[in-house]
């Protein structure tokens, strides 16, 4: 299945016939180091000399291949920086419209993973750290997946280290995930063991908070055997559909643990 949509290639190929000849091949051969098709393969329909140029070389790419697509998309970032701003403006709508992502001059594939969940989760955890880890994540899921596994783990790890200190506990830096885990999960009260037997639901809660710590230690496994870090090279082996639920499920936990976090203290 192509990773750009048809529809858009029709319209960048419109866009370029207000580029010059020069920017074209500049943006294809030079940015995205692609190579023209014959002119002779061209529809015979086109007559405009710029709509051939951009048509010969998106013919000779395979838009179901990421890293021929990724290259693609440094090209269209590109012609952004190319022309005046209403042109600029007009080509990141109709990135935006194919489903794509702009974030100032640069285009990216959607990840499809949504970071807002966080967001007033806890007024105490550090936004910026935040940030930082949800746009690592995003911008790898379909670029660099290894990448963004190793920043949802990382991502846990912050959360985790936030509700040890708000609940006094002096860290060494040494702490490894599953001992962080377990005693932020155990200082919320969300162990399997800190649930009665009497409390109504107590076998189904034990259930779900059992997975929470299943679900932490697999992502630690995804990321020592696919991820960043540790001085791995990086596998071809993990996927954009893994990086997505690494991301997906530290999201989900992260969310959980600060929004339980928050309203403990709301209640005390």
């Not at 783990?153 to 001992?179: D, N």
Request: glycine share 10%.
């Amino acid at each position: 299945m192509d990773l750009i949509p048809r529809t858009f290639r029709i319209d960048l190929r419109e866009f370029c016939a207000g580029v010059v000849l020069r920017t074209i091949d500049s943006a294809f051969a030079g940015v995205g180091g692609f190579d023209p098709v014959d002119d002779t393969e061209l529809p015979q329909t086109l007559s405009s000399e710029r709509r051939r140029l951009a048509e010969s070389y998106m013919m000779a790419i395979d838009f179901e291949d990421t890293p021929q697509v990724l290259r693609f998309l440094k090209v269209v970032g590109w012609l952004g920086t190319q022309v005046l701003g209403g042109e600029r403006d007009k080509l990141h709508d109709l990135c935006r419209a194919a489903g794509l992502q702009v974030s100032g001059n640069v285009v990216r594939l959607q990840g499809g993973v949504s970071t807002d969940w966080l967001i007033g989760a806890d007024g105490r955890f550090d936004r910026d750290q935040f940030s930082q880890y949800c746009e690592r994540m995003q911008a790898g899921i379909v670029e660099d997946p290894p990448a963004a596994i190793g920043a949802a783990k990382e991502l846990l790890e912050a959360v985790f280290k936030h509700v040890l200190r708000e609940h006094g506990t002096t860290l060494t830096g040494r702490e490894q995930m599953p001992e962080l885990s377990k005693g932020a999960l155990k200082a919320l009260d969300l162990t399997a063991k800190g649930i009665p037997n009497a409390k109504k639901g107590a076998v189904a809660a034990r259930k779900v908070l059992g997975s929470l710590s299943a679900s932490v230690q697999g992502l630690v496994e995804l990321r020592n055997l696919y991820g960043t870090g540790h001085g791995r090279d990086r596998r071809t082996g993990i996927k954009p559909r893994h990086a997505k639920l690494a991301v997906g499920a530290a999201l989900t936990l992260a969310t959980f643990v600060l929004e339980t976090m928050d309203d403990r203290r709301g209640s005390t």
